[in-house]
């Protein structure tokens, strides 16, 4: 199936204008993430105690914060959880312990509800994780930089990893811009975004390696313009495809895969615009400059 056919548009002339885009975008969540302190992280990598709690009837989450402090908690964060007679308790790490069920039975005397899920990180697992969590991100890119260097060459390389690093960057910026946890499962989308792009800008590079072959007396911008648009519809086809079913998970896969399933729809839209907008024009400027050096 092809989408579009003989397209022509100039993709790399606009280079410059991406550029910009690019920068602002990542500057901006940057700054978020510098005036909020650094990312939000969930308990998975500071430690402490998530319950979900389902209630017979609705509850205000404010009485429900209320009662917790009344009954020892400290600074406990409430929020609501789909339906309205559910939320999260989310608490500290000094709050966690074998006893929390039965204090939270104490402290909620009188309310019928049901514990539906609880999970405890103690704070020394959590910056585990934390440092786990990076090194993993870390390696994956190292991975990917050795990979593309020998399957192509190093500029290849370059192109591919700032586009990931990029993707990641401006993920990381919209969740710090929504304050938005990032805990064990977004990391995972982090990683299945790195894939995601990997794979889309593996596909055009391999179009740009066979036209360069072809048409060796090209101007080389010309011939990566020409690759990118001839996978263009490949691009949009399988951007399409994939965003629906995130899409579909985001809106009907219940509250414990949302964030997730967001992470992905970011990470989808902006995998498609770095292979098409970074990655390419990246290389081809990092291997037009080469060229020139080696023929001077």
């Given at each position: 199936m092809r989408l579009l056919t003989n397209v022509n548009i100039d993709f790399l002339g606009k280079r410059k204008l991406a550029a910009y885009l690019s920068l602002t975008l990542i500057a901006v969540g940057l700054l978020s993430l510098i005036i909020r302190g650094g990312p939000k992280l969930g308990i998975d990598f500071t430690g402490g105690t998530l319950a979900q709690l389902q209630f017979e009837t609705p509850l205000e989450t404010g009485q429900v914060r209320q009662l917790l402090l009344e009954?020892?908690?400290?600074?406990?964060?409430?929020?609501?959880?789909?339906?309205?007679?559910?939320?999260?308790?989310?608490?500290?790490?000094?709050?966690?312990?074998?006893?929390?069920?039965?204090?939270?039975?104490?402290?909620?005397?009188?309310?019928?509800?049901?514990?539906?899920?609880?999970?405890?990180?103690?704070?020394?697992?959590?910056?585990?994780?934390?440092?786990?969590?990076?090194?993993?991100?870390?390696?994956?890119?190292?991975?990917?930089?050795?990979?593309?260097?020998?399957?192509?060459?190093?500029?290849?390389?370059?192109?591919?990893?700032?586009?990931?690093?990029?993707?990641?960057?401006?993920?990381?910026?919209?969740?710090?811009?929504?304050?938005?946890?990032?805990?064990?499962?977004?990391?995972a989308a982090f990683l299945t975004i790195v894939g995601y792009s990997l794979n889309d800008t593996i596909v055009v590079f391999d179009r740009i390696r066979e036209n360069v072959k072809l048409h060796r007396k090209d101007d080389f911008f010309f011939t990566v313009n020409r690759s990118v648009n001839q996978t263009l519809s490949r691009t949009i086809i399988t951007s399409l495809t994939t965003l629906m079913v995130v899409l579909m998970l985001y809106l009907m896969g219940g509250e414990v895969i949302k964030y997730f399933a967001f992470a992905l729809i970011v990470g989808v839209l902006v995998g498609t615009y770095s292979s098409i907008y970074v990655a390419s024009p990246l290389m081809a400027m990092l291997e037009v400059r080469a060229q020139a050096r080696s023929s001077a």
């Open positions: 009954g020892g908690f400290d600074r406990p964060i409430i929020q609501r959880f789909g339906a309205d007679n559910e939320v999260l308790v989310r608490l500290a790490a000094g709050d966690v312990g074998e006893d929390f069920r039965e204090r939270l039975q104490t402290a909620l005397a009188g309310l019928t509800f049901e514990v539906r899920r609880l999970e405890s990180v103690g704070p020394k697992i959590g910056g585990e994780l934390r440092g786990k969590a990076l090194q993993a991100i870390l390696f994956a890119l190292l991975g990917i930089l050795i990979y593309i260097s020998l399957r192509f060459d190093r500029y290849y390389a370059v192109g591919a990893v700032v586009a990931l690093a990029h993707d990641v960057l401006i993920t990381l910026g919209v969740f710090s811009l929504l304050d938005l946890e990032i805990d064990l499962a977004i990391v």
